[in-house]
């Protein structure tokens, strides 16, 4: 029971080192942010995959990446609603913003896609040419998402105190994309994934739902970088209700119906706090 249940603590060892040490360092010292740790970890870990299995891959797995790539790097350079944090502390201007997440959400696309040929947890039935499938999934994620983004704008504006500011529509629906689908592609697909194929085989029935709680709860921790400082308790709690609320719905969602749908469920709660003012 020890052995086949290693891997899956060491993971779990191994992410929950991360959130104390870089809280440790940050309490002292300008330390990178959390989701930029996982993330450059998560790209790390994709790319070395398409090394090991770029043969699995298929012409049309290429074109969706890049294109994804490039629809989010191009994004960039135009949004206004959404303003990502420095990356590193070191890149800071649009264009730079735009060349990271541009080549992070190809790359990410480029592993979850090599790890999906190898029979990964998440589909992207866009890549098989299932549009049937890539239509119902999204129509599926914006009819749970929507009455969570109303939940959500309102939960805002009690934490924030700040009264609603309506933005522009259209800046709203594109600028949502950039957390919707990259964070999306991060972490639902590309982590999930690496982290799927560490625990298949020892734990080849449970791995599927094991690494995915891990990618989401990492994912959902990685929002309290402040608090986590401030009040652990309090980030604890807060994070296991957003986990709840609006971290298990694209899991699940992901898994079941694929990654699009999981994409439009992100992109939904955001493009509703944007229009919004938050």
């Known amino acids: 029971m020890k052995n086949k249940y290693a891997a899956f603590f060491l993971l779990l060892a191994a992410i929950i080192t991360i959130f ?9 010292i300008p330390a990178p942010r959390t989701f ?4 450059t970890l998560t790209v790390i870990g994709a790319f070395f995959v ?15 990446a890049l294109t994804l790539g490039a629809a989010i790097g191009v994004g960039m350079l135009f949004a206004s609603l959404f303003s ?19 080549s992070f959400t190809f790359l990410a696309t480029l592993g979850g896609l090599a790890i999906m040929r190898q029979g990964g947890p998440v589909q992207l039935h866009a890549a098989n040419g299932n549009w049937r499938a890539t239509s119902r999934g999204i129509l599926l994620g914006l009819a749970i998402g929507l009455p969570l983004a109303v939940l959500n704008v309102f939960a ?5 105190g ?4 309506w933005q522009n529509p259209m800046t709203a629906v594109l600028d949502a994309f950039q957390p919707g689908v990259v964070e ?3 972490y639902r697909f590309a982590f999930w994934g690496l982290l799927w194929l560490t625990l298949r085989s020892s734990l080849p029935q449970q791995a599927v739902w094991l690494s995915g709680s891990l990618a989401m709860l990492t ?10 400082i401030q009040s652990p308790l309090t980030a604890l709690g807060m994070g296991a209700a957003l986990a709840l609320l609006w971290g298990l719905p694209p899991l699940i969602l992901a898994r079941r119906r694929g990654l699009e749908s999981a994409i439009a469920f992100h992109w939904i709660q955001d493009a509703a706090r944007f229009l919004m003012g938050y």
Request: glycine residues 6%; positive net charge; proline residues 3%.
């Open 20 to 28: 104390l040490a870089r809280a440790l360092l940050a309490s002292s």
């Open 36 to 39: 930029e740790i996982f993330d």
């Open 50 to 64: 398409v090394l090991k299995s770029y043969r699995n891959l298929r012409r049309g797995d290429w074109i969706i």
């Open 84 to 102: 990502p944090y420095p990356f590193l502390g070191i890149v800071r201007d649009k264009i730079g913003q735009a060349w990271v997440r541009g």
């Open 156 to 160: 805002l504006q009690i934490t924030q």
């Open 162 to 165: 700040q009264s609603i500011q």
């Open 184 to 186: 999306e592609v991060l």
């Open 219 to 228: 994912h959902t921790y990685s929002h309290f970088d402040d608090l986590f």
